[in-house]
């Protein structure tokens, strides 16, 4: 054989093992809301954010980099926060405190579940009762996040929600959508909803936010979801559930049961909001009452909150902390609503979130749509606004177990109604948050 030929015999061999090399010790796909991100320079996004991005909300939140108008005895942005973008917001008048990369159009992981639950939540009464079926369970991406769900066992729509909110379960959400009509539907009326939202940064492909082929969303896009969810009580109770009892497999006849009905085994979840249910590094947020967070390979770690204090209720999304670190993604998001409470009155908003199309933007502070309907899907009065009440909404104790620990949402009080009348709020809240949401101690 000639020298010539041998080379590129040689050459070739060399190749295919180093390409054998790098298949075998390359990073695992993982798509859970447990684990570090452990996403690859190839499959990540570049590290710069794009020059131009989108203005909607106002001409700052187009810029990249941090975005922020401080005034007198303002305290200064946190130096430390390494997440690839970032929001701040008053949740009920949408002002937007302060901003990173706001439009920054990244994979956003689980967090794409708050639209899937804003989109599928309310079709459903939550008493229904469905049998599995094997090809609903068919498709789940490999190191999805799974609740347990068991093909061929009943499950109530409740017991469905807790595993998407409490174990980010992408199980349940097949499920979901296969009574929604299948994924194609389902992702098909997301991205309907989305549009609503005014959500144009979000292009769907999965509906449990598993890394798919031109899948993004942005900071700005999930703070918008988190707001509309936020107005159903149904989406407050399940975000901010800490734990509760969840069906497992049917284990066989129940000793000295006459009749020999089979028993089923169920078993304790806990959310994996660690800002909600704590860590071994981290303690529950004070104030904290939901939202939703996700970790996938290409989107990092990726998380948005809602927390009360002082009256105050905000709103904060971060993505993708550069720094790895254990639970990063919750201890940023906790500096910046730190940040966020202190400076609420010392800033001059940078932005705004901005309502969902054909919401009047008129309404009044104390505007209710705490009956499940969301302005602006169809669903509720066309108007943005419904009855309004000072009914405190329930603790979110479930039927089956669920617990939010300490409690939450006990609604609009008397005060907040007292200073209504009085005419204190004179700033336009363009869509009003219902039934505020408080934390117990």
């Known amino acids: 054989m000639p020298a010539s030929k041998k080379t590129i015999r040689r050459s070739l061999l060399i190749t295919s093992a180093t390409l054998l090399t790098v298949s075998l010790t390359a990073p695992a796909f993982a798509d859970t809301d447990d684990a570090s991100p452990t996403a690859s320079p190839a499959s990540s996004p570049s590290a710069t954010p794009p020059a131009h ?3 909607l909300g106002g001409e700052r939140l187009g810029r990249p980099g941090n975005q922020v108008d401080l005034g007198t005895g303002a305290p200064v942005l946190p130096p430390d926060i390494t997440a690839r973008s970032w929001i701040v917001a008053d949740a009920e008048s949408g002002d937007v405190l302060a901003a990173h990369n706001a439009h920054w159009r990244l994979p956003p992981a689980s967090t794409l579940k708050m639209l899937f639950a804003d989109t599928v939540l309310p079709r459903f009464p939550r008493s229904t009762s469905h049998k599995v079926a094997p090809s609903e369970l068919a498709g789940i991406g490999a190191g999805s996040s799974v609740v347990g769900i068991k093909e061929n066992q009943t499950y109530t729509v409740h017991d469905l929600w807790l595993g998407v909110f409490l174990k980010s379960g992408n199980d349940a959400v097949h499920v979901l959508s296969a009574m929604n009509g299948g994924i194609p539907a389902t992702v098909k009326d997301m991205q309907a909803h989305a549009d609503d939202l005014q959500a144009l940064d979000t292009h769907v492909v999965s509906p449990d936010g598993y890394d798919a082929g031109g899948q993004v969303s942005s900071a700005y896009d999930l703070t918008l979801f988190a707001r509309s969810g936020l107005q159903k009580k149904d989406f407050r109770e399940y975000c901010s559930t800490v734990r509760a009892t969840f069906p497992g497999a049917t ?30 590094d981290i303690t529950p947020y004070q104030g904290i009452a939901g939202v939703k967070n996700g970790n996938t390979t290409n989107a990092g770690a990726t998380f948005t909150g809602v927390a009360e204090r002082g009256g105050k209720v905000l709103l904060v999304t971060v993505m993708n902390p550069e720094k790895k670190e254990h639970n990063e993604v919750y201890k940023e998001a906790a500096q910046l609503l730190d940040w966020g409470f202190q400076a609420a009155d010392k800033v001059q908003p ?34 943005g606004t419904a009855h309004s009440s000072t009914k405190p909404v329930a603790a979110s104790t479930s039927a089956k177990g669920g617990s939010s620990g300490i409690g939450i949402a006990l609604g609009l009080t008397g005060g907040f109604l007292a200073l209504l009348a009085a005419g204190v709020f004179l700033v336009n809240r363009r869509w009003p948050l219902p039934d505020l949401m408080r934390r117990r101690r």
């Open 53 to 55: 991005m989108s203005s």
């Open 350 to 383: 940078v932005g705004e979130l901005v309502a969902p199309k054909g919401v009047d933007t008129t309404a009044q502070p104390g505007a209710n749509a705490s009956d499940g309907s969301s302005p602006g899907t169809g669903t509720g009065s066309g108007t």
């Open 251 to 280: 284990t066989g006849k129940t000793a000295g049961n006459k009749k020999g009905t089979s028993a089923r085994a169920s078993s304790e979840i806990r959310n994996t909001n660690r800002l909600l249910s704590g860590d071994s």
